[in-house]
């Protein structure tokens, strides 16, 4: 039976086609964004209705649920794509649980973003051009997902690479979107040469790049049976090397640290493209990639500790510095940013599918909430500043019902979808094969203690409060108004005045706070529904575990690897609930009744929530807050991680070599005076050096 | 394989199909009245004969084994078919993207296509000459035709001024170039068994091989030779020329130029350091110092351009550095066994070929946009007349993205599948730290590209710019910039559609 | 300098008389001490000049006196195009050029550039010390015997030689046709008002 | 017989007196006829080298490269006199409007 897998790559490419080529199609502006609002969404839905028969036809059928099929119908998935010199390498599609898994995400979680950003988008004139590149990265990120071999899945993660680049400076009015998007770029580019150099020690030590092959060729079925091209024992320190390579590209791709500094400026893009890009699905592509290739991972322990380590220090810092954020899409992104590293620190212990549990689930509950951000963007007329929110809930029940439902399953409420995959993670965490359990497990407590935190105090922020703004007197925000750390992100206030004519204040007749319209918000339903019942159907029963096996490695360390969890399973439940719990309602308190500035000050008589009322000694509480928690929490993660550590070091270091660069750029071009006789000294000096260079060379060799 | 004389003609019957429709072009042109006045006679025969002789070169590229052609003054193979091929096809789009700017700029004459087809003949002797003083003909046939073209807009300053400079430097580096050959004709008797010298690269290879120890003349001889032929590659610190010539050249020359020029250079080099391999010791070391400052002198010195002409110079100075990676590969001298050694040769040579063409493509590319965005009179110079131009012209801002992508090396485009084989030939061969290096200097380069960009897609067009509207497009230009980036896609995702040229060029003997 | 010319005319007078030469054994290193010596000084007037008309003037001696140097290398026909094409056609054209262009009397003196200078000559210094410390002096003897080089330079062997299709030379040669073609084609182009 | 090393050594000391002239002087014509003076250093080095080998290679050369002094002789006064046309000068030095 011939396989449709290909169905799911090509049909994105088609909707670009299509998207790409609608000037030419349709001469009048509302025709052609018609046309491409319908086929946008529905070639992307189309593929994952693809997937799903794929899925239940092809792979669940087949033996050990691997096959490879043809990436062009009618080839054989064995056919030399390249066989130039030496180097080979095949075309196909691998369809295995992982890939499927992927497949499913991306389109469908894509796809409810897709018709999101119909609504999102429609007023912009540059619609065609959006889902242009919109439909161009799901194709890429099928690529990635689903490609046989390690060159695929390159040309899908550099594709996915420059599809972001051109979201994140769609908006352009503001000369600092472009600056994110060159330095998103630019700093995937340092991860992509860690791939790419892994991926020529792979070829060098097995002599492919397919992930599995006839008779066992593959990468992986080497590595499982740990030999190397020639049939010798794989050399520990050679994999240890391949996977640190390979991690370094993960690492960019995926904002760990030090590669994060992107990820946050990368907010300057649309919502949607937030949403799908920068939460659902190209930055877990570090963790895919990790779990492709878990049956190199599990060789080399020291790579491993090393994923470990730094997905435990960006999901922690990360955290902190969503805790004072006051810009509602930068929270969502640092929160982004730990999530990530909560998906590393589970493949640093060895449980692979814990963390592609936490990427489905996240991608369910963090397209929710972006999404979510976006309508209350929307419904605000581009502000983003949460200071100047409040009291939303009565304005736009529906939206705030939707972020409640994706704020209590990122914070790990019990039973919600956030809440099983966290669990996992930090069970495995506790059993740390490394013998760092303690630690790992109390870092990952805190930092969910701090996501449940700071998640609602932006619910709080955002919904509760008395509104902090006038309602009726809106008008597109400028970003002025931000800290001044921040004021590179305002991408989405700039939306509705500029180039774009998004001119929310003429078409809605003075800018009321309005419910999005039926287009953003069922997408926004689907996905609460999703983030509900995802964690609950998948994870105690297991099927998730079973589904994924046949895709994943187990790390076998013999006695290393028999190390009991630090709680039983139900003893860590009630912890993760608790934890949960705690952080919410710490924020509940904390921000309950904020009025005016949503920021705790000294008025704290003014407080009249009764909970917060009934804690007797408030006073001290809130010194103790304010002075702790505030003032060097706070400031901690401000001033040190934040400014220091990121800005200056981090960031300092990406702009530091790009000014570096331009200065020598400066200084050396003055060389080039434009005179005949300056060139042609330098052709002299350059014939000297050569003579003299050669026959010092001569010298040195005739001795 | 010694070919008879008229073996010899047959197996160079590309070259001489370039030849002699440069001369059915100039006597058309001086003699014909109608053929003169209907301007799109001499484009239109022109790009004609260049496609009879790809047509030529791509028939004769599988039959060519090492041929040795007019008593060894050429070397037929079939590297030098793949590069006719290659130059064929640079010449074409040139021609193609010539016709409308001349027209434009009142420059439109028949000797034009006169010059462009002589100097390909020229780049296409240089890759198969195997007589040094043959090569040194061949340099001289594609400079002088250059020199005319680059001063073709004889009225502007900056074109006479670029025919000038390159001229005097051209000529300059040719003096080196003869005298290397004069000190390698020496320094070759000790190595050549009876005392006598030869500057036939193929002797010379075989005698390095069987007894690889040169003389300081020879040495000498190699060090001159190299600097004339890096000279015409423009690489560090013989590339202060390209940026001056590239901008004041007329757009349509600095694409041939770019590209042509450089081909040709590319191929001798390989041919001269073929050759040289049983003497790699004494060159490597300088090769690789050579491909270093290359590809950090051109980036880093690309980074703060404002024109749009002198980033392509740059830029195409740091290519050139990248293919002296791969001339550094050719040696495998880091590889273990001789096995091996052999393996990064072909992946070395197949890898350069592959670059090669691909440069070619997305040079002419690159420059054809600025071609086409040109309007009457008036050159995009500048990063200001790119501002805005997805919006008034979408087609020719995407065709530059791709222009622009590939020539970062990302995929899925050409430029990245030419960076990838450079890439795993130098692993090959055991160089491992001129990889990183090659990909740490494409991470500069990424930014002066995505500048470009950046202009093109994230701003808004400028008033005072030079092209505000849509161009009025000649078929020409149009049908080869959608040629060039349909191929730097094409080949981008499907390289294997390539592997025979590339297989060819690997025959290349390993002395 | 009046010396050396003198000198160079003796030398020009002797040079046409090879059995002389082959008389004297030391007469012949005599005579290329007098020839290099006039080349280089007339080389390096070309340098110094100011009037550019000087300089090609000197450039002239210094191609007859390199001509006179290939008769004694025994490159007859070689010397003998030496003197027609370089000293005769290209100096002319030279001259007419900067006849034509009025340039026989400079503005100002030169040149100004103190640090190109230094750095140029530092350069050619060790260009020149690089060259010749061992690659130049690469051959400190002769082989070959008079009786092998006597034929060497008659216009039969060169003709011979060049239009064998069993030498290397005849393509060349047929490609040399084309770069004429090109110079031809690019003079025109170049020089005429309008095309 | 005069030694081949004598010819050699005489051929280095003129091409770098032609290409310190290309770097001092600053009339065109000047550097281009300092530019031919390597160009004859060059040929002396083949013909003393071919009688060293008693080879007729070394005057082959010496006439490939006379034609092609003559070509770039011909196109290079060429562009000197167009570009005296337009600028009523030649001083290289003037010829700066590009740089860096």
Known sequence: MPSYAWLIVWLPLLGFLHNAFAGYLYKDLAARKKAVSYIAPGVVLAAFVVTLAVLKNEVLTAADHRVIVPLIPGLSPETPWINIAGFKANFGLLLDPLSMLMAMVVTGIGGLIHIYATGYMAEDREQPRFFTYFNLFIFMMLLLVLGSNFLMMFVGWEGVGSCSYLLISFWYTDENNAKAGN????????????????????????????????????????????????????????????????????????????????????????????????????????????????????????????????????????????????????????????????????????????????????????????????????????????????????????????????????????????????????????????????????????????????????????????????????????????????????????????????????????????????????????????????????????????????????????????????????????????????????????????????????????????????????????????????????????????????????????????????????????????????????????????????????????? | MILSNGASLAAIAPILAVMITGMIVLLGDSCLKLWRQAKWVSPTISVLGLVVSAALACSLIGTSGQQLAFSGALTADAFSQACNIILAVIAALAVMGSATYLENRGLQHGEYYVLVLFSTSGAMLMAAASELIVLFVAVEILSVALYVLAGYARTERKSEEAALKYFLLGAFAGGFLLYGIALIYGGSSSIVPGQVGTTNLRALGIYLHQMPAPNQMFIAGTALLMVGLAFKAALVPFHMWTPDVYEGAPTSVTAFMAAAAKVGAFAAILRVFNAFIPISEYWLIIVQVLAVATMFGGNILAVVQDNVKRILAYSSIAHAGYLMVGISALTGSGAATDALKAEAHSAAMGGITFYLLAYGIMTMGAFGVLIWISRRGRDVQTLNDLKGLVKTDPVAAYTMLIFMLSLGGIPPTMGFMGKWFLFYATLQAGQLWLAVTLALASIISIYYYLRVVWVMCFTEPDENAVAPGRAVASGGVVVSLIASAAATLLFGVAPGLLHSLMDAASTVLRP | MGNALCRAARGTCSAYIPGYLNAMPSAPILVFFILAAVAVISALMVVTNVNPVRSALSLVVTFLSVALLYITLSAHFIAAVQIIVYAGAIMVLFLFVIMLLNLGAPAEAEPKNKAQSRAALALSAVFLTALALAPLVTFSTDAKSEAAIKNLGTVSTIGASLYNPALPWLFPFEATSILLLVAVVGAIVLAKRRI | MVPTSYYMILSGILFTIGVLGVLVKRNPIVIFMCIELMLNAANIAFVALGRHFAQVNGQMYVIFALAVAAAEVSVGLGIIVSIFRTRESINVDEMNLMKF
């Open chain 1, 183 to 703: 330095k998103a770029f630019i700093v995937n580019r340092v991860g992509d040469l860690g791939f790419a150099l892994g991926m020529m020690a792979i070829w060098s030590v097995f002599g492919t790049l397919s992930y599995f092959g006839e008779k066992g060729t593959g990468v992986m079925q080497m590595a499982a049976r740990h030999v190397d091209l020639l049939g010798n024992p794989l050399n520990i320190g050679v994999v240890t090397l391949i996977c640190s390579l390979l991690f370094v590209g993960a690492m960019g791709k995926s904002a760990q640290i030090p590669l994060w500094v992107w990820l946050p400026d990368a907010m300057a893009g649309p919502t949607p493209v937030s949403a799908l890009i920068h939460a659902a699905t190209m930055v877990t592509a570090g963790v895919v990639m990790l779990t492709r290739c878990s049956w190199l991972f599990v060789q080399a322990p020291g790579a491993l500790q090393l994923v470990g380590w730094i997905g435990l220090a960006t999901a922690f810092v990360g955290a902190t510095i969503g805790l004072v954020q006051s810009d509602i899409k930068r929270v969502l992104a640092f929160s982004t940013v730990s999530q990530l590293g909560y998906m590393f620190l589970a493949c640093g212990v060895g449980n692979f599918t814990a963390g592609m549990f936490h990427v489905l689930t996240h991608a369910c509950f963090k397209a929710l909430l972006f999404l979510g951000s976006g309508a209350v963007i929307h419904s605000m007329h581009g502000e983003q500043d949460m200071r100047k929110m409040g009291g939303l809930k009565k304005l736009i029940p529906r939206t705030w019902f939707v972020m409640f439902i994706g704020t209590y399953a990122i914070a790990g409420f019990p039973f919600l979808s956030g809440f099983f995959s966290k669990d996992e993670i930090l069970g495995s965490a506790s059993a740390s094969p490394w013998g760092n359990g303690v630690l790992l497990y109390g870092v990952g407590l805190l930092t969910a203690f701090m996501t449940a935190f700071y998640m609602n105090r932006l619910m709080h922020k955002t919904f509760y409060t008395d509104a902090r703004f006038v309602d009726g007197e809106l008008h597109a925000h400028h970003h002025s108004n931000f800290d001044e750390h921040e004021d590179a992100h305002g991408a989405d206030a700039h939306a509705h005045e500029g180039a774009n004519d998004h001119g929310h204040g003429d078409a809605h007749g003075g800018g009321t706070v309005h419910e999005s319209p039926p287009s953003m918000m069922i997408p926004l339903y689907v996905l609460a529904v999703l983030s509900v019942l995802v964690g609950i159907v998948l994870g105690p029963t297991k099927i998730f575990e079973h589904f994924l096996e046949p895709s994943v490695a187990r790390l076998d360390l013999g006695p290393l690897a028999e190390v009991t969890p630090l709680v039983p399973e139900i003893v860590g439940w009630v912890i993760s609930g608790a934890i949960a719990i705690g952080g919410l309602t710490l924020a509940a308190m904390l921000y309950g009744s904020r009025k005016q500035t949503g920021e705790l000050t000294t008025e704290a008589s003014k407080v009249k929530n009764p909970l917060y009322a009934f804690l007797a000694n408030k006073w001290c509480f809130d010194l103790v807050y304010n002075k702790v928690f505030i003032t060097i929490g706070g400031k901690f993660a401000d001033r040190v991680l934040w400014k220091y550590v990121d800005v200056r070091l981090i960031d300092g270091a990406v702009n530091g070599v790009a000014n570096a660069v331009g200065k020598i750029s400066g200084t050396i071009r003055k060389v080039q005076t434009g005179y005949v006789r300056n060139y042609a000294l330098g052709i002299l000096f350059g014939v000297v050096a050569l003579l003299v260079g050669l026959l010092a060379q001569w010298t040195t060799l005739n001795r």
